[in-house]
């Protein structure tokens, strides 16, 4: 009889690769997918504790799971298990808890009468055209609203041979981007090998097969000259970074303990776009930090009219325990928040719609990722930036030149050349 499984992953993309990694060990033991409405054996939930939302949404995707896979044993890890035990485990008694420590042995732990047990890694990344590919956990600067350090720990890396046979794998399989991902991917040494990030990238560029490669989300002060160099000077890095801003203001980012000031920040966007004209950037912001004022939040609109991005990804702060910002008396109150949000959504998407003005009439080479109806497809230029197609030919993963030729509020129009 067939075993089946369900596993399901909240947050970040370190989250997403682990949730495969756990698919590729359950296939490789016999499991299959469960269809859907079919009752599973085996689920797990990888959750994510990064804000107050993460905990509501990774309680309720256990209780999903329970109460749709009435006689599995439901396994529950990430980073709210490491934060919240306790909690997870009075949901209900079929619950089994594991830390992030214990994440990559949990197949080992469930089945100890199987003496071989498959790498925790991927082969492929089913729904994505895009690879993510960890290749670094854990985090070292305890920014004082981040819980993160204190579940996943510090900083640890892969070694580069190690990712590189993973990738050829992937390769393998037909992807042509590889997303390198991690908690903090700036920490990337190797394995304490004394390597950097752009090591790897040199060392991914040389795979036969991959198209793009990106590299996941990264402080500004960690794109230093090699890595800069690596990015601009390889004909596989896409001029496109996801830069990390969370505030503008000198006030709040000391407050935060980030380890750069606007201007550095600044610097770092004009080095890039001196040297490519079309390189983009993509970013997060915090918005109600603790003590944050009118001009403090004024500040980081001024860095978001100025740099333009591609795409911003927002987050209202959320009070963490045993964090320092959580005994912070300063807090904003949660209808300014709100406030803040939706005018820096407002602009943020106004001023990417003013970013992709500039290339229109340009051509650019979309992977596509996505049908939307019979004649639309969509995917993204190496530039980051959304593109529907029409087209009832092309299917997803295929690469093609496209001419730039409408901009909508959800992204460009292209032709197919």
């Known amino acids: 009889m067939v075993k089946r499984y369900k596993v399901a992953s909240l947050g970040c993309r370190t989250n997403q690769y682990e949730a495969k990694a756990f698919e590729n060990q359950l296939q490789k033991l016999g499991y299959q997918e469960v269809e859907e409405n079919a009752d599973a054996d085996i689920c797990i939930v990888n959750t994510c504790t990064v804000t107050h939302g993460a905990d509501k949404d990774s309680r309720a995707k256990v209780r999903s799971m329970l109460k749709k896979h009435q006689n599995a044993?439901?396994?529950?890890?990430?980073?709210?298990?490491?934060?919240?035990?306790?909690?997870?485990?009075?949901?209900?008694?079929?619950?089994?808890?594991?830390?992030?420590?214990?994440?990559?042995?949990?197949?080992?732990?469930?089945?100890?009468?199987?003496?071989?047990?498959?790498?925790?890694?991927?082969?492929?990344?089913?729904?994505?055209?895009?690879?993510?590919?960890?290749?670094?956990?854990?985090?070292?600067?305890?920014?004082?609203?981040?819980?993160?350090?204190?579940?996943?720990?510090?900083?640890?890396?892969?070694?580069?041979?190690?990712?590189?046979?993973?990738?050829?794998?992937?390769?393998?399989?037909?992807?042509?981007?590889?997303?390198?991902?991690?908690?903090?991917?700036?920490?990337?040494?190797?394995?304490?090998?004394?390597?950097?990030?752009?090591?790897?990238?040199?060392?991914?560029e040389d795979i036969k097969g991959v198209e793009r490669i990106r590299i996941s989300s990264i402080d500004p002060d960690e794109v230093e000259q090699d890595l800069q160099d690596a990015v601009l000077n390889s004909k596989k890095t896409c001029p496109s970074m996801h830069i990390v801003l969370q505030s503008g203001s000198n006030t709040i980012l000391k407050r935060m303990n980030r380890k750069y000031t606007r201007q550095m920040f600044f610097e770092t966007i004009d080095r890039l776009r001196e040297l490519d004209p079309n390189f983009t950037f993509t970013t997060d912001v915090i918005v109600g930090f603790p003590g944050e004022t009118e001009k403090d939040f004024e500040e980081t609109l001024d860095v978001i009219k100025k740099v333009r991005f591609a795409k911003v990804h927002m987050f209202p702060y959320s009070r963490r325990k045993r964090t320092r910002a959580a005994l912070y008396t300063d807090q904003v109150p949660p209808e300014i928040i709100q406030q803040r949000k939706q005018t820096l959504l407002r602009l943020a998407e106004k001023q990417a719609f003013e970013l992709r003005e500039e290339f229109i009439g340009k051509e650019a080479n979309v992977l596509l990722e996505k049908r939307i109806s019979p004649d639309y497809i969509e995917g993204h230029t190496e530039t980051f930036l959304p593109v529907k197609l029409f087209s009832t030919s092309l299917n997803r993963n295929d690469l093609v030149k496209v001419k730039l030729v409408e901009n909508t509020p959800e992204g460009f129009i292209g032709k197919v050349l």
């Open 73 to 204: 044993k439901v396994v529950v890890t990430g980073c709210m298990a490491e934060a919240a035990k306790e909690d997870l485990l009075a949901l209900d008694s079929r619950v089994e808890v594991f830390l992030n420590k214990d994440k990559e042995k949990i197949i080992e732990k469930l089945f100890p009468d199987i003496e071989t047990y498959p790498e925790f890694n991927i082969e492929q990344f089913e729904g994505h055209t895009r690879a993510f590919v960890k290749v670094q956990d854990g985090c070292n600067s305890f920014c004082t609203y981040c819980i993160i350090p204190y579940v996943r720990g510090r900083s640890t890396s892969r070694k580069i041979p190690d990712i590189v046979q993973e990738i050829h794998k992937l390769v393998d399989q037909g992807y042509k981007e590889i997303v390198l991902t991690g908690i903090n991917i700036g920490d990337f040494d190797g394995d304490g090998q004394n390597k950097r990030l752009s090591d790897l990238v040199y060392a991914v």
